[in-house]
């Protein structure tokens, strides 16, 4: 069973710090992982995908994956206290399929 | 960009009824939909895959007699949640794949059951 392991925190983080976010998964054969943020009581909104090995940044976003270790990792620079959220990760295996969530991180950026 | 449009956002039924929720891609043909159900301060879990004009794909431990999804066509795909129970409260949420691309997950906004 296809399993994706999240500290659920909270973690807290000063305004103006990088919050970092990490993630692991189960499933060698994933292809594809997202990033999605998640304020209370609403839908999930898509911060970053990624699906090579290596760094992706996109404005104070940067996803981090390492397909060895089985490892992705999402990292905001210059926090702010609207980040503040749950951060969901996500994997997909291939294909159409859909996506396997882990619990997500409680994010506190303190002003 | 691609939007997909979820009805109703909040519904309290009596238990033993029948809550329809339906999903809708307004400005693309999708594929496939999925369904996700969150409990409170738990992650989503996928419940089950549709695809235009066949049967949905259940995931383990989905009771496929209780959740009734149907895709009749390529921009709607509707959620029945047949006899609601206390216990199907939960926050419903439907995604949409436009073709096979890695940028195809769309999400809808969301629909709060409450059964009462």
């Known amino acids: 069973q296809k399993e994706v392991e999240q500290n659920s925190g909270p973690l807290s983080v000063p305004e103006g710090a990088i919050a970092s976010l990490n993630c692991t998964y189960s499933?060698?054969?994933?292809?594809?992982f997202f990033w999605y943020r998640q304020y209370s009581g609403k839908s999930p909104e898509l911060i970053m995908s990624?699906?090579?090995?290596g760094d992706k940044e996109d404005g104070r976003f940067t996803a981090q994956l390492n397909k060895a270790s089985q490892y992705v990792s999402l990292l905001i620079r210059d926090s702010q206290p609207s980040d503040s959220a749950t951060y969901l990760c996500?994997?997909?295996?291939?294909?159409?399929?859909?996506?396997?969530f882990g619990k997500g991180t409680h994010l506190i950026i303190q002003p | 960009g691609a939007v997909v449009s979820q009805h109703p956002s909040r519904v309290i039924c009596k238990s033993g009824t029948s809550v329809k929720i339906e999903c809708r891609s307004l400005?693309?043909?999708?594929?496939?939909m999925f369904w996700y159900r969150q409990f409170p301060k738990k992650s989503l879990m996928l419940m089950a895959t549709?695809?235009?004009?066949?049967?949905?794909?259940?995931e383990q431990g989905v009771e496929k007699d209780k959740f009734l999804i149907n895709h009749a066509s390529l921009t709607l795909s509707t959620l029945t949640v047949t006899s609601a129970h206390p216990e199907d409260s939960s926050f419903y949420i439907c995604?949409?794949?436009?073709?096979?691309?890695?940028?195809?997950?769309?999400f809808g906004s969301g629909t709060r059951l409450t059964v009462v």
């Open positions: 549709s695809n235009e004009g066949s049967k949905a794909t259940y």
């Open positions: 995604s949409a794949l436009a073709g096979q691309g890695n940028y195809g997950y769309t």
């Open positions: 400005d693309f043909q999708a594929t496939t």
């Open positions: 499933d060698r054969g994933s292809q594809s």
């Open positions: 990624i699906y090579s090995n």
């Open positions: 996500a994997v997909r295996g291939g294909g159409a399929d859909g996506l396997t």
